[in-house]
């Protein structure tokens, strides 16, 4: 769809870097992907409830909870999972802009896809975080009993069954829900934030 060519962008009179100053830290996207199940929704709900214990600004954003809302009109096809990625993509930008660290946690399977949101961001600005899990522990784990589903039949196009899923090439984490606690997980994740600059944690 083409825009309008009579809209035009309208510039706040805040910009981010007075944002991140009143919040006191930097803001990014945490682009979590993975299988259903993996773990993704676990580990961002548990970063954000540290990262709110440690009086930073952070929202979380979930697949499924997009889903009722701002994206209930899309489905499962191709094209609308490519829409479904993009939309969400320019929320989490808008959100940066807003001076939040957003976590978002979608299956996200494509690598082009993935791509297409990245390129919304400056480089330092997304962060992308392969949950990495196999699927027979996502189909042993079953949290919402949607594998049972996919296998007879009940839902089409399901990632790992029968649709694919692309392993992210470069991702900047991995986090190995089969090996790895999520309290480990949201350490390292809190550490690899603070390494970045983006915490500005006291030591």
């Known amino acids: 769809m083409q825009s309008a060519s009579h809209i035009t962008w309208q510039s706040s009179t805040l910009n981010r870097q007075e944002r991140s100053r009143r919040n006191g830290h930097n803001s990014c996207t945490l682009w979590f992907t993975g299988l259903s199940g993996s773990g993704k929704s676990t580990l961002a709900f548990a970063l954000e409830q540290e990262l709110y214990a440690l009086g930073k600004a952070v929202y979380v954003l979930d697949g499924d909870n997009i889903r009722h809302g701002l994206n209930r009109d899309l489905g ?4 609308d999972r490519k829409e479904n990625i993009r939309r969400i993509g320019e929320v989490s930008k808008l959100l940066v802009d807003a001076g939040l660290i957003v976590l978002s946690a979608f299956i996200s399977p494509h690598e082009e896809d993935r ?9 330092e600005d997304f962060i992308e975080i392969y949950v990495k899990c196999s699927l027979e522990e996502c189909e042993r784990r079953d949290p919402k ?34 090996e790895l606690s999520v309290e480990d997980s949201v350490q390292l994740l809190i550490d690899y934030l603070d390494q970045k600059g983006i915490l500005n944690l006291k030591s």
């Open 76 to 79: 499962f096809t191709p094209e």
């Open 145 to 178: 009993g949607l594998y049972k589903k996919a296998r007879s039949g009940e839902i089409p196009n399901f990632t790992g069954i029968s649709a694919g899923y692309d392993i992210p090439r470069s991702p900047s984490i991995v986090m190995d829900t089969e």
């Open 115 to 123: 791509e297409m949101v990245r390129q919304l961001f400056a480089p």
